[in-house]
């Protein structure tokens, strides 16, 4: 078991090795406020409860919770401002006519940077927050618990730039002993719960530990994700964890497992080797096309019981895009100047970092990770459709995908997927509140809840370009080409973070680190131009 779980820190994360020495966020030094009241004026509302949008609306915050939402007006017509919410001495208005504000974002997977990534914590918080996303489950403390809850301490104080974080620990973390027994299960669970983590992530172990392991963090009411590695989902897949109590699952390992009908394991070819990653990715490819076909029998039975069990599934699409479509993830726009020299280092073809798997990937890969996609997209899309749970996640820091650019992708694959805009925000919001079980805090702009937003000049509904960093392009009526959007405002616990600004700062720190090195990102195999 011990040496299973060293696999799966070094090459599905490289978390525990590859992160132990990153940098804490340093003293927050950005961001206005917090004030005893802050009124935003006349913006339109699209909140996360799938309700369309309404404005213009104020919305009053007095100490850090929302009081009051008020209508003020009908679209195109002047704001008559004898019945608007009066500001008290002391109190900050914030003027966003013509703007649009949602929840903050929740990204449900991302890891807090990592030192072969060459990304610290400032730069990987920044990245999330100039992109609207005010909170982070960390599904793996891959820098260590403490150092984790160290953080998470300091971003409910507000002392760092940072959002809030819930701290899922790998399960066995910091365990030297082999957990070989369901009673070592459990008494590891307890000891987790005891340091504080929130939750705990799997990837799989032998079917009696798993059992102990779930049942008794579920006794203790903690939370729990799961990615069902191919080490192990032979005897245990998400049918199985779902009925032991999992609440989550990442991306979807195990869920074609249990759509098998005519096997047990896929179809590996003998020669396959899991160590070997282009192996493992390229067979991953063809793991859908093997499960039950949509809408038949079996396909609807498992839905049908994953529903009941109130499961949630947090897909991640974004982290397996470059598998149908390398060029695009390593040509992404935002590399050049958010990207640092260190992590896009970590991308190109290895065969020892995680998620680099380029060693031959050609036109016959991607084309059966595409049709891969079409069929995990019809089992996500109809599971939200029949009631079930989705949230979003990014994975990032891996496989191209970029902190913050990269959550903004996934609301654009769940969009693919065939989520309406309005339900793709509420997998953002609402359906990740309710997943860490915060619902009553953030997720939703609701009185009683906290001032949790994001606010942009454009409407996302119409474009979610318009949440990149980098905007969206449009051509003016003087035939000029522009960009338009990127977060205006992010505002955590009733702190204004000019979202532009943190990108300022992203900026500054990967120019300061190529011109340490003379560096210039260069495709893989081709030659760089500086001397």
Not at 298 to 321: A, C, G, Q, R
Request: neutral net charge; proline residues 5%.
């Amino acid at each position: 078991m011990r040496q299973f779980i060293l696999i799966c820190f070094t090459l599905l994360h490289l978390s525990l090795l590859a992160q132990s020495s990153v940098d804490k966020a340093t003293n927050r030094y950005q961001g206005e406020g917090p004030w005893t009241q802050l009124i935003i004026r006349g913006v339109t509302l699209i909140n996360g409860n799938s309700a369309p949008p309404i404005g213009p609306v104020d919305i009053v915050v007095e100490n850090n919770i929302i009081k009051q939402i008020k209508t003020v007006g009908y679209p195109g017509v002047p704001i008559d401002s004898t019945y608007r919410p009066k500001l008290k001495p002391g109190g900050k208005e914030l003027n966003a006519e013509g703007m649009y504000l949602l929840p903050g974002f929740v990204d449900m997977h991302g890891h807090i940077g990592g030192r072969m990534q060459g990304a610290d914590a400032d730069y990987v918080f920044k990245l999330w927050m100039a992109h609207g996303i005010t909170t982070i489950r960390d599904p793996s403390c891959g820098n260590g618990l403490d150092w984790v809850l160290d953080q998470k301490k300091r971003s409910e104080k507000n002392e760092i730039t940072a959002p809030r974080i819930f701290a899922y620990t790998v399960f066995g973390q910091g365990s030297y002993d082999a957990i070989s027994t369901p009673a070592i299960a459990r008494q590891w669970v307890q000891e987790n719960a005891k340091k504080g983590a929130d939750g705990i992530k799997f990837f799989g172990a032998a079917p009696d530990i798993m059992a102990a392991a779930l049942e008794e963090n579920k006794r203790l009411g903690l939370r729990s994700a799961c990615h069902h590695a191919q080490m192990d989902v032979g005897r245990w897949n998400v049918l199985n964890s779902a009925r032991a109590g999992l609440t989550s699952m990442e991306h979807w390992y195990g869920l074609p497992e249990a759509l098998f009908k005519d096997r047990t394991v896929q179809h590996y070819p003998l020669d396959y080797n899991y160590q070997n990653e282009q192996d493992r990715f390229s067979q991953a490819g063809k793991l859908w096309e093997q499960a039950a076909p949509p809408y038949s029998d079996h396909w609807n039975k498992v839905m049908n019981e994953l529903l009941s069990l109130d499961f949630t599934i947090d897909p991640t699409f974004n982290i397996y895009e470059a598998s149908r479509d390398l060029d695009r993830a390593r040509l992404a726009e935002w590399h050049k100047e958010y990207t640092m020299p260190a992590l896009w280092r970590f991308y190109q073809p290895s065969r020892i970092s995680h998620g680099s798997y380029w060693h031959d990937w050609g036109t016959e890969e991607e084309v059966a990770w595409k049709k891969n996609y079409q069929l995990w997209m019809t089992f996500i899309n109809e599971y939200k459709n029949r009631g079930g749970r989705i949230t979003a996640g990014s994975d990032s820091g891996f496989i191209f995908q970029l902190y913050g650019f990269a959550y903004i992708r996934e609301l654009e694959l769940l969009r693919e997927a065939g989520f309406h805009p309005l339900e793709v925000i509420r997998a953002a919001t609402l359906n990740g509140a309710e997943a860490l079980g915060v619902s009553d805090k953030i997720g939703s702009v609701e009185v009683g809840k906290l001032a949790d937003f994001v606010i942009v000049e454009e409407n996302p509904l119409r474009n979610l370009k318009v949440l990149y960093g980098t905007g969206a392009i449009r051509l003016n009526d003087n035939n000029e080409v522009t960009r338009v959007g990127g977060v205006k405002y992010t505002i955590k616990d009733g702190i204004i973070y000019d979202a532009k600004e943190l990108l300022d700062d992203v900026k500054r720190m990967v120019e300061a680190a190529k011109s340490k090195e003379n560096f210039e990102i260069v495709q893989p195999g081709m030659k760089a131009k500086r001397p």
